[in-house]
């Protein structure tokens, strides 16, 4: 059974593609295309398709796992979502470059809650992979991998998001939809 099938019962009821295709395929706005191409020449080239499987085999042994129908699928798509959404054109804060949803103050937001999980679980592929795999690049191919073995379009991706050392460039103030409203009704309802 391929996995775009075995996957796709897994997959998010509804999504926002076009945005989240935007989100996900766009440089930071700092970094000029022949900056990321000379970045990506000088350090040692992650093998994209290789860090893929990695992502497909985690969602697919997860959800092997719990036995359930569920899956990380909805949550790497979440990840990817949130990271991508921090971002202020305003003052240039937030977004995917950086993974800062690592550090207070997002990791603590209401509407990261439960994103915990998903960044512990892509611990073991950024494990693999080491240094030439910034955890954005990784939390970012995660919401990619999810939408593509759901059964989504293919998702052009690029390297060459950089991780923050702290949560200094975070939003002061979180522009995202809580998760914590402490029961699954009051959430949805939100």
């Known amino acids: 059974m391929n996995n775009a099938f075995r996957l796709s019962r897994h997959a998010?009821?509804?999504?926002?593609?076009?945005?989240?295709?935007?989100?996900l395929t766009t440089l930071p706005s700092n970094t000029s295309i022949a900056q990321a191409e000379a970045e990506s020449k000088q350090k040692q080239p992650v093998d994209v398709s290789a860090v893929k499987k990695s992502i497909a085999?985690?969602?697919?042994?997860?959800?092997?796992?719990?036995?359930?129908?569920?899956?990380?699928?909805?949550?790497?798509v979440r990840l990817a979502?949130?990271?991508?959404?921090?971002?202020?054109?305003?003052?240039g804060t937030g977004g995917s470059d950086g993974a800062r949803m690592r550090f207070d103050p997002e990791a603590s937001w209401?509407?990261?809650a439960g994103l915990d999980v998903?960044?512990?679980?892509?611990?073991?592929?950024?494990?693999?992979?080491?240094?030439?795999?910034?955890?954005a690049d990784l939390?970012?191919?995660?919401?990619?991998?999810?939408?593509?073995?759901?059964?989504?379009?293919?998702?052009?991706?690029?390297?060459?998001?950089?991780?923050?050392?702290?949560?200094?460039?975070?939003?002061?103030?979180?522009?995202?939809?809580?998760?914590?409203k402490g029961s699954r009704k009051n959430t949805i309802q939100h």
């Open 110 to 112: 209401g509407a990261n």
């Open 12 to 23: 998010p009821q509804a999504a926002t593609l076009s945005i989240l295709t935007y989100a």
């Open 57 to 76: 085999s985690l969602i697919e042994n997860d959800a092997d796992r719990r036995g359930d129908g569920t899956s990380l699928t909805g949550t790497f």
């Open 139 to 180: 939390y970012t191919l995660a919401g990619v991998v999810a939408v593509e073995e759901s059964g989504g379009p293919k998702i052009p991706f690029r390297l060459g998001r950089q991780d923050a050392t702290s949560g200094e460039t975070s939003p002061k103030v979180c522009g995202l939809p809580d998760a914590d």
């Open 81 to 91: 979502w949130h990271c991508a959404g921090t971002y202020s054109k305003v003052d």
């Open 118 to 135: 998903a960044r512990k679980a892509l611990e073991g592929v950024k494990s693999l992979y080491g240094d030439e795999l910034s955890y």
